[in-house]
C-alpha cells in the first residue's frame, strides 16, 4: 500500500512540474487587449476617413448616376438599402439589394456582401446608412455612404420627406454658445470582452450586441432639453465651432486627429452618456457607431447640427429636395 501511495505522490508531483514549466514557457493563452485591437483599426479610419482604397467615405447621388449610366457595369457598387421593405417596394435604385441593418454582420459572414465591389449604403436620410459604411470599412470593405439617402434621389418616393420636414425650423438659431468648453480630466479606456482575439471578429461581436438592437442616436429636442446629461462632442473644426457656434457646453473634437488612442479619445468618460454631433448626423453617425462598439455609451446626434440651426450654416447643408424625375434612369418604382 506504501508502495502505490508513493508512486501516486511521484506522479502528482510530476504534473505539477510539467504544468509549472508549460506556464513558464507561455502556453498559458494570453490576455488579449481588445479594446486595442479595434481601436488599432479606428485609429486608422478616422485618420484617413476614407474607404481601404482610399475613396470618399460619403458620395452624392450625382455621382452615383454617372456611374450607373456610365455604360460600364463593371464598376458598379454593390448596393445596400436598409429602408423598409414596404418603402422600398415603393422605389429604390436598381438592383439594390433590400435587407436590415441589424443583419449587417450576417451577411457579411454568409458571403452575400461582397469583398471585391464598392458597397454603396442607402437609407432615408444617410444617417443609417453610415452606421454599415463605418462597420464595413473597419472590416476592411469599401463601402460609401449615399449622402441624404433616398431624400436626396426622389421624394415622390414614400417617406423621403425627412430631410425638408427637420431643415424646416431654425430652433435654436439665437441659443448657440460661441466661447469655448475644455476639459483637461481623463479616463481609463473601456474594457472589451467578446472573448474573440481578433479586431474583425471582435467588431463583428460587438456589432451584435450594442448596435444590431438599435443603432444609436437621440434627438435634437432630448439633447438640448436635457444638456447637463451628456457630454457632448462637437466634431467640426475650431474655427466653426467657435463661429456660428454650438451646443452650451459641448467641448470641440477635430475631426481626422482627436479621437485616437495617443490623442484625445481619453478625455472621453466611459461613466457618462457622449453625444456627436457633426453637421448632417452622417458624419457622427459614424463616430457614434465606433465608440459605441468601443464600449462607450454613445449616441449620433439626428441630423446634426442642421436639425436645430439651418440657417446659421453656410455650407455642409440639405440643399433641398431633387428635380422630380432627374433620376429616374437608375430608378426602379411601380
Not at 426622389?154 to 425627412?162: A, K, P, R, W
Not at 479619445?265 to 463616430?287: E, F, H, M
Request: charged share 20%; with cysteine; hydrophobic share 35%.
Amino acid at each position: 500500500m506504501k508502495r502505490y501511495l508513493t508512486i501516486f505522490l511521484v506522479l502528482m508531483l510530476a504534473l505539477v512540474i510539467i504544468l509549472g514549466c508549460d506556464k513558464d514557457n507561455g502556453t498559458e493563452p494570453e490576455e488579449v487587449d481588445e479594446f486595442a485591437l479595434v481601436a488599432e483599426k479606428g485609429d486608422t479610419y478616422f485618420s484617413n476617413y476614407t474607404t481601404p482604397s482610399g475613396l470618399p467615405v460619403n458620395t452624392s447621388i450625382s455621382a452615383v448616376y454617372d456611374v450607373l449610366t456610365d455604360g460600364n457595369t463593371a464598376n458598379d457598387p454593390f448596393i445596400i438599402d436598409y429602408r423598409s421593405a414596404t418603402d422600398f417596394a415603393s422605389g429604390h435604385i436598381k438592383g439594390a439589394m433590400n435587407m436590415a441593418l441589424g443583419d449587417l454582420v450576417d451577411k457579411v459572414d454568409d458571403g452575400t456582401i461582397p469583398k471585391d465591389k464598392v458597397i454603396l449604403n442607402i437609407c432615408y436620410t444617410g444617417q443609417s446608412a453610415s452606421v454599415a459604411t463605418a462597420v464595413l470599412n473597419l472590416l476592411g470593405y469599401d463601402a460609401q455612404n449615399l449622402l441624404f439617402g433616398m431624400c436626396a434621389v426622389d421624394t415622390s418616393i414614400s417617406n423621403t420627406s425627412q430631410w425638408m420636414n427637420q431643415v424646416a425650423s431654425d430652433e435654436h438659431f439665437n441659443d448657440l454658445e460661441t466661447t469655448a468648453n475644455t476639459t483637461t480630466t481623463t479616463y481609463e479606456f473601456p474594457k472589451l470582452n467578446t472573448g474573440e482575439t481578433e479586431a474583425e471578429a471582435i467588431i463583428k461581436a460587438r456589432f451584435k450586441e450594442v448596435i444590431a438592437p438599435g443603432w444609436p442616436k437621440i434627438s435634437a429636442d432630448d439633447v438640448w432639453d436635457n444638456t447637463g446629461n451628456y457630454f457632448i462632442a462637437n466634431y467640426w473644426p475650431e474655427n466653426e465651432y467657435l463661429n456660428p457656434g454650438h451646443i452650451p457646453g459641448a467641448y470641440q473634437f477635430t475631426p481626422k486627429t482627436s479621437l485616437k488612442t495617443d490623442a484625445q479619445l481619453n478625455l472621453l468618460p466611459a461613466d457618462k452618456t457622449i453625444v456627436v454631433y457633426c453637421y448632417t448626423g452622417q458624419t457622427s453617425a459614424q463616430v457614434a457607431t465606433y465608440l459605441k462598439i468601443l464600449g462607450y455609451d454613445a449616441k449620433s446626434l439626428l441630423y446634426g447640427f442642421n436639425g436645430f440651426a439651418y440657417s446659421k450654416l453656410g455650407a455642409h447643408k440639405y440643399a433641398g429636395p431633387p428635380q422630380p424625375g432627374i433620376y429616374d434612369a437608375i430608378l426602379e418604382k411601380p
